[in-house]
């Protein structure tokens, strides 16, 4: 009897968490750059390539950096560059706050790492097609120590 009991509240567990996972919106596009020995080198180019066949609904542009709690700075500044499907580029640098004045960390943290985000830009695309995401050491360091990855989330 407490075998089928405790079968029975597992399997509505786990159907309730299934059931509130469906319901979150699912993001238009959501992917992972990793870097190798946890270090980002300005030769290493993040590239995230999003395939768009709509060019009127709204986006949020979303970057998500994962660090260890060894990383040194309080920010981190990078470039990224978009190229449209008609060619055209533009290029923008974004600061990713990752602690505060007093140190604490900005981002989640989960252990010994720490998630921060950054939306950087709600707009809907201009014209359809395939656009190139690519994103850029750019501090003035050669390699930066303690970072896990990079990643492009559009909602």
């Known amino acids: 009897m407490k075998k089928a009991v405790k079968t029975l509240s597992f399997i509505t567990v786990l159907g309730l ?7 979150g ?12 020995d946890k270090s980002w080198d300005k030769k290493d180019t993040a590239i995230f390539i999003v395939d768009v066949q709509d060019s009127l609904t709204n986006h949020d542009f979303i970057i998500s950096l994962r660090t260890t709690t ?14 449209a499907p008609d060619g055209s580029t ?4 974004q600061k990713i ?8 960390w900005v981002g989640r943290v989960s252990g010994s790492l720490v998630e921060s985000r950054l939306r950087f830009d709600s707009k809907p695309f201009p014209i359809k097609g395939e656009y190139v995401f690519k994103m ?20």
């Open 17 to 23: 968490f299934t059931f509130l996972q469906s319901c």
């Open 25 to 36: 919106e699912q993001p238009y596009f959501d992917q992972v750059h990793n870097f190798d």
């Open 70 to 83: 060894d990383y040194m700075y309080s920010n981190l500044w990078i470039y990224v560059w978009v190229t």
């Open 90 to 93: 533009s290029k923008v640098a």
């Open 97 to 104: 706050p990752m602690a505060r004045p007093d140190g604490s």
């Open 136 to 155: 850029v050491n750019a501090t003035q360091e050669k390699s930066i120590t303690d970072v896990m990855d990079i990643g492009l989330r559009i909602e």
